[in-house]
Nanobody, 123 residues
């Protein structure tokens, strides 16, 4: 098990940037693949990005490719999501998730979740 705490959310105008951070507890952080998901009001939680334990394998959903960058620092037990060129449709609660094994895009395959951080993009 790993505990996750997200930070860095906020309100920005379209075209702006935010960097989300997810701090993990536990010394086994480096064994976990990490993912970012988001959930807009009235919608299901959806995949945004995922990264393997060593940072070599990375996945993005199509709508954020070229705008978002996921990264991790295993020495700091932290995963990041740099979000550039934000659009109103990016507005959602963003969740950090961890799973033991390779990165995946399905919500159901992650069993450790943070509490979420709100991102609001105004036009």
């Amino acid at each position: 098990q790993v505990q996750l705490i997200e930070s860095g959310g906020g309100s920005v105008q379209a075209g702006g940037s935010l960097r989300l951070s997810c701090a993990a507890s536990g010394r086994t952080f480096r064994n976990y693949a990490m993912g970012w998901f988001r959930q807009a009001p009235g919608k299901e939680r959806q995949f945004v990005a995922a990264i393997s334990w060593n940072g070599i394998t990375i996945y993005y959903t199509d709508s954020v490719k070229g705008r978002f960058t996921i990264s991790r620092d295993n020495a700091k037990n932290t995963v990041y999501l740099q979000m550039n060129s934000l659009q109103p449709e990016d507005t959602a609660v963003y969740y950090c998730a961890a799973r033991y094994g390779p990165p995946e895009v399905l919500v159901i395959l992650y069993d450790n979740w943070g509490q979420g951080t709100q991102v609001t993009v105004s036009s």
